[in-house]
């Protein structure tokens, strides 16, 4: 069973920059597309990036997308999401789940949460 455990949240300012990790036990997460999503208070989880297992395929949507990074190293099962630009919308828990092919879900972990704010 895969556990992840999400963590690098915290309190900034609009305009700050923080650097999200994901780390993933078990070996099943270098084969799976991982994602990363997030929850704001009173809203449902929404997808916001994802990448393949060699990550040469990235996506984000475009809320995010020239100001969020995502990545991986799969030797150390740990993926990553670099966020910069942060904006008080961007206040919310993150987590990371795979997105398949070989796993459809993996158990969500507590997420990290983010705050944006003046």
């Known amino acids: 069973q895969v556990r992840l455990v999400e963590s690098g949240g915290g309190l900034v300012r609009p305009g700050g920059s923080l650097r999200l990790s994901c780390e993933a036990s078990g070996s099943r997460f270098s084969l799976n597309t991982m994602g990363w999503f997030r929850q704001a208070p009173g809203k449902e989880r929404e997808w916001i990036a994802s990448?393949?297992?060699?990550?040469?395929?990235?996506h984000y949507t475009p809320s995010v997308r020239g100001r969020f990074t995502i990545s991986r190293d799969n030797t150390k099962s740990t993926l990553y999401l670099q966020m910069n630009s942060l904006r008080p919308e961007d206040t919310a828990v993150y987590y990371c789940?795979?997105?398949?092919?070989?796993?459809?879900?993996?158990?969500w972990g507590q997420g990290t949460q983010v705050t944006v704010s003046s």
């Open positions: 990448t393949t297992k060699d990550t040469s395929i990235t």
């Open positions: 789940n795979t997105m398949g092919p070989y796993d459809a879900e993996f158990p």
